[in-house]
Structure formats: structure tokens, C-alpha cells
């Protein structure tokens, strides 16, 4: 078992548990004002059907009170007004899921850790909340992606073209890469990054032929390729259009 303090009046546990039979989520609330949630969890929905889930974790934060007054005091009520008395439980929706996988696959130590779980924790009581409000297992985050597996794998796709932009894969190729469908990847691309992949790939091969030009004394037709252009002119003009400037001028302008 795994437990952390991560703040005054925040602590964290982790454990593996048995097999469970569906996951879920569990609010409870103390004498004291104390809040606790706690999240029973086997992996996403979509990828784990009930009669063969993997054994599964307990994850669980516990917020004192006089922690969560701290995002109060400037407030007309208290914390414990706005938080109910009564323990609630609720199914996870797919934004609880995937935050709960960050949790579990994260790798960071010290400092970062405590600052990553604090933000998890965080989300998570306002997802809850969120769910709670509206009476229903989705929260307001959940848009798009009904899997949380493909949000992933549009998260993998833009690896993937981070990676590749001196020869970027073509939609096709990126979908076929990462495991999801045109459709959903072209889609999911917007709503999470709130731009399409082709202007994402363009974007960010003009950042690098900025960082490049300003940075190396590398030429122009060498930079155009390091990005992944065959021809110097479409290189500057597609500069130009995203830049406003040529290239050339702004080597000249960085001399």
C-alpha cells in the first residue's frame, strides 16, 4: 500500500485490491466536515468487460477540512455548505477514469509527485461534484471521447507527429498507427488540442523552422528539409504565410 501525505490536510493512498466487480466511486463526509473520496478502479470501461476485469486498485484521497477552507475564505459560504452530508456513490465517468489511470501510471517522485497528485485530487472532487449536480455519471468534460481509451490514443497521435515532422504521417497513417478511425481521431484532434492535425503539423513545423533559423546557422534548403519539405520555395512561402516574413529575412534579421 502507498500513502502520502501531499499537503497540510491532504493525503493520498494507493492500494491493489482483489477482483472487483465494477468501478466506482464512493464520497463521505465526517463529524468533523473531513471529506473523502474514494475510488475503487480496474481499468476503462470500454476495456474491461465485468466477467474478466483485472484485480483492481483503491485510491483514495482524504481532505481536512481546514484544507478545503482555504478555497473558501473569500467566499459568502463555506466549503461544508456546498458539499452534502450525505454519502453518494457514483459509476465513473470517462473523465474519472482517465485521470485515475494518470494517477496509477504516473512515474514522477518528490516535489513534481505531490504537485501532480494535488491537481489530480483536485479534478477529481470537482468532477464528482460536477456528476453530483447534474444527477447523472458524466461530467461536463466529457464531450466527445465515450471511450476514454481513444483519448489516449489522440494523445498518442500527437506524439507521434511531434516526433515525425521532417516526414509527417498522413491522416490515414496516423489513424492506422494509434488504433482509431479517421473520424474520431480528425474530431478528437479539435476538440482536445482545438485545432485540426493538419494545422497542427504546420504549426509546429514552423516553430522549429523559427527555432532553427534563429538558433543554427544551418541554410534555408537544409532547414526546409529538416522539416520535412522537398522543395525550398513551398518551404518559404508556407513560412511566409504563417510568419509573415521569408525565412530569409528572418536570418537576416537574427545575423
Known amino acids: 500500500m502507498i500513502k502520502q501525505h501531499i499537503n497540510n490536510g491532504l493525503t493520498f493512498s494507493l492500494r491493489q485490491t482483489g ?11 465526517d463529524n468533523k466536515n473531513n471529506i473523502s473520496l474514494t ?19 483503491q485510491i483514495k484521497f482524504h481532505f481536512q477540512a481546514q484544507y478545503l477552507d482555504n478555497y473558501f475564505s473569500h467566499s459568502s459560504s463555506s466549503y461544508d455548505q456546498q458539499f452534502s452530508d450525505e454519502e453518494t456513490q457514483q ?20 516535489a513534481y509527485r505531490q504537485m501532480f497528485l494535488e491537481s489530480k485530487a483536485l479534478a477529481l472532487l ?12 458524466e461530467c461536463s468534460a466529457c464531450k466527445f ?13 500527437r506524439e507521434l507527429i511531434l516526433s515525425r515532422l521532417n516526414n509527417p504521417l498522413t491522416i490515414p497513417e496516423l489513424s492506422l498507427e494509434v488504433g482509431i478511425n479517421q473520424c474520431y481521431l480528425k474530431k478528437g484532434f479539435k476538440e482536445i488540442f482545438g485545432t485540426t492535425v493538419y494545422d497542427f503539423v504546420q504549426q509546429q513545423r514552423m516553430l522549429k523552422a523559427k527555432l532553427l ?9 537544409r532547414i526546409a528539409d529538416e522539416i520535412g519539405f522537398s522543395s525550398m520555395s513551398n518551404f518559404s512561402s508556407a513560412f511566409k504565410k504563417y510568419t509573415g516574413i521569408f525565412p530569409s529575412e528572418l536570418r537576416k534579421a537574427v545575423a
Do not use: W
Not at 477482483?19 to 463526509?29: H, P, Q, Y
Not at 470537482?126 to 455519471?137: H, V
Not at 476514454?148 to 490514443?153: A, F, I, L, Q, S
Open 19 to 29: 477482483r472487483i466487480k465494477e468501478n466506482l466511486a464512493l464520497f463521505t463526509k
Open 39 to 57: 475510488f475503487y478502479y480496474s481499468g476503462f470501461d470500454c476495456s474491461a468487460g465485468l466477467s474478466n476485469r483485472p484485480a483492481g486498485y
Open 91 to 110: 459509476g465513473l465517468c470517462c473523465n474519472k477514469q482517465l485521470i485515475l489511470h494518470e494517477i496509477i501510471n504516473n512515474k514522477m517522485h518528490g
Open 126 to 137: 470537482l468532477c464528482f461534484q460536477a456528476c453530483r449536480n447534474k444527477s447523472q455519471s
Open 145 to 157: 471521447l465515450v471511450k476514454p481509451v481513444d483519448k489516449e490514443k489522440v494523445y498518442k497521435a
Open 213 to 221: 533559423l534563429t538558433t543554427t546557422s544551418f541554410s534555408v534548403a
